[in-house]
């Protein structure tokens, strides 16, 4: 089943709004009358375009002379071999008055940093960090949330060429430990307790007994966001945010400029199925990365306000911050999305004059349940642009953006990963807006869809593959030497070809629908079916909240077919009867095919989803199928993996 693709797009650019965006000039400079031009120069001459891109975006850095070695290898390359840069100092380059960021927890706490405050305070704590034997190469580790400090901390990290890596305070002890424990820290920065949906959450026991088990830490930072003086005494060598000393205001910061694929990040896979990977991202392969995306496919301009729903164990918040490269405030937010009645993200979009409002497709689809009306009851004048990823944004999901928030806006749905923390497929201010698809390929990514048997197909589903290298492809994994992890990654399926997992589909406007995970597509009778397929049309009946969709092997230890079993979280006092099945039955049948039908439809009260909010489908399969899930840790809400544990409803 294909999505019918409506030929009049939802939206059009304005032919002046579009003439003044960097993705027009840069198709002027080089002479391209439109982006599909534009895109196959920077796949088919991918040394002239990233020289080009370091230029026209403004990368801060010695270039060198040479851009691309061993350009036919993947892995292999190497991106600028001569080059030396630093990423914070792409970050903190202006020093003035303006605004750097404005943070809000949920609705009762608010503060703002000029970019003059931003620097002075990277260079106390980097003044710390130094004194504390922090240097290049040293993990410095977050279990923050999405705080001021979490910014300045990464910051001063990064600027000396230490390493850093996050994690959002809701994760439990051994959901810490199975990240940093592998890439043993120096030095751990964490928070007295945070807001979530209006109540406290106390986080100092955890902090402690994260801390006990971490022999490599030198120091241990708290910030107090709550408690203006929180009782550290329990974590070792433990100070305050706080008492950390103050320096000269003339300080300067020092940046240590690094060679390109000098490791900036590490990020973790959702570990869902096992210990997570630590995936290492440079300097160069982000500056560069992030600078394009911003700049040329999301059209974000000095003095521009950029905004990200996204906690710090998410790749969205280091998306989000490198918005400061462009010049643009970065609106920080921690707490629930639907705190303070429901509407605090468009509070914070109207009070603060929001022009980029980015977020999930999950909390696109729940606000369109609430029935919310954003565009009437806000003023949403400054805003030009929505970002939508974490799943696959359905048509519906579209047509309420465009219906009750904004008419003339450019609505991009997303989609890469922390595999490379950015995009491949993604959003583009000069090209029309399709109901349910992602507007372009990003530039300089050279993404194709392919069948089973490696062959280019178009307008047909397959998998989402690059065929050329990229400079944001991670350096590697983190303790592994012989790279065995990093290639059976993304590298075994098809050989030299990165094959990212996504069950995806080029359409016939060089646009892309993903239709989930490949890993999660279902195969009944050995016809594969994208399981966003499924949700489209289930989740547009009024008494369903959220479902969750799985192959469950059939007959028992038949492990080459399986059923469809779909699973429904409803609506408050509603309950699964049979006609209620018949209708969710029907509502598949006559918009997909019959293979799509559910053998099964079960009631559950909650969908299990990782810290970034995407629902787990393979750790629901696991227990339906009684086997292991391997790191319950990774999940928000571990607990709701119990609605599936031997339901009577899947014996038969």
């Not at 930072?221 to 433990?238: D, H, R, S, T």
């Not at 995936?279 to 059209?299: M, N, P, T």
């Not at 974000?300 to 906690?311: A, E, H, S």
Request: with cysteine; proline share 6%.
């Amino acid at each position: 089943m294909t999505y019918a693709i409506d030929p009049t797009p939802l939206w059009t650019p304005n032919p002046a709004s579009a003439g003044a965006t960097r993705m027009a000039q840069l198709m002027a400079a080089e002479g391209k009358a439109d982006y599909a031009e534009l895109w196959q120069w920077s796949v088919d001459q991918p040394a002239a375009f990233w020289s080009k891109l370091w230029d026209f975006c403004g990368a801060v850095g010695d270039k060198g002379s040479q851009t691309l070695l061993d350009g036919d290898q993947m892995p292999g390359a190497r991106w600028f071999p001569e080059a030396r840069l630093n990423y914070a100092e792409n970050l903190l380059q202006r020093r003035d008055t303006g605004e750097a960021l404005v943070f809000w927890g949920e609705d009762k706490v608010k503060r703002r940093l000029s970019r003059a405050e931003l620097y002075a305070e990277v260079a106390r704590f980097q003044q710390f960090l130094i004194a504390a034997g922090v240097g290049e190469g040293d993990r410095v580790a977050g279990y923050l949330p999405n705080l001021p400090e979490t910014l300045v901390a990464m910051l001063a990290a990064t600027s000396l060429g230490a390493i850093w890596s996050s994690a959002s305070p809701d994760f439990g002890v051994q959901g810490v430990l199975d990240r940093f424990g592998q890439i043993e820290p120096k030095v751990l920065i964490c928070v007295d307790s945070y807001w979530y949906n209006g109540k406290p959450v106390d986080c100092l026991a955890k902090n402690a007994a994260v801390v006990a088990q971490m022999p490599s830490l030198l120091k241990t930072v708290v910030v107090p966001y709550l408690n203006a003086a929180p009782a550290i005494a329990g974590i070792a060598q433990a100070l305050c945010w706080t008492d950390i000393p103050a320096v000269n205001r003339e300080k300067e910061v020092i940046f240590k400029r690094v060679a390109f694929n000098h490791p900036l990040f590490i990020m973790f896979s959702s570990g869902t199925t096992g210990v997570p990977k630590c995936i290492v991202h440079c300097h160069g392969g982000v500056v560069l990365q992030h600078l394009k995306e911003h700049q040329l496919h999301s059209d974000v301009r000095p003095g521009d306000r950029l905004f990200y729903f996204t906690t710090c164990g998410w790749m969205m918040w280091n998306w989000l911050v490198s918005g400061l490269a462009c010049g643009a405030t970065v609106l920080l937010y921690d707490g629930s999305p639907f705190a303070g009645g429901g509407t605090v993200l468009f509070d914070y979009a109207a009070a603060e004059q929001m022009t980029h409002f980015g977020t999930s497709a999950k909390f696109i689809d729940a606000a369109a349940k609430l029935g919310l009306t954003p565009g009437k009851t806000h003023d949403l004048t400054a805003l030009r642009a929505m970002f939508s990823t974490g799943s696959p944004l359905s048509p519906e999901g579209f047509e309420w953006v465009y219906r009750e928030i904004k008419q003339d806006i450019l609505l991009a749905s997303i989609s890469g990963g922390t595999d490379i923390v950015s995009c491949f497929v993604l959003g583009n201010p000069v090209l029309p807006v399709y109901r349910g698809e992602i507007q372009c390929r990003g530039l300089g990514m050279a993404v194709d869809v392919f069948d089973d048997e490696g062959r280019p197909v178009r307008l047909e589903k397959g998998e989402l593959v690059c065929t050329r290298p990229f400079p944001a492809m991670p350096v590697g994994f983190w303790n592994d030497p012989d790279g065995r992890k990093y290639h059976a990654a993304y590298f075994e399926r098809f050989p030299d070809i990165w094959c990212h997992g996504d069950f995806s589909e080029l359409t016939a406007h060089d646009g892309m629908i993903i239709y989930g995970r490949s890993d999660a597509t279902l195969n009944p009778g050995g016809v594969r079916i994208g399981t966003a397929e499924i949700y489209r049309q289930v989740e547009q009946l009024p008494e369903v909240l959220e479902s969750l969709v799985i192959g469950q092997a059939w007959p028992p230890g038949k492990e080459d077919d399986v059923r469809v079993v779909l699973f429904v979280r409803l609506q408050e006092g509603q309950v699964l009867d049979q006609s209620l099945t018949e209708r969710i039955k029907q509502q598949i049948r006559d918009n997909t095919t019959p293979r799509h039908v559910p053998a099964k439809v079960v009631q559950v009260q909650d969908i299990p989803r990782t810290k970034s909010g995407k629902i787990v489908e393979l750790a629901v399969r696991n227990v339906v199928q009684a086997q292991p899930v391997k790191n319950v840790e990774a999940l928000a809400n571990p607990e709701a993996l119990e609605y599936f544990r031997g339901r009577a409803e899947l014996a038969d």
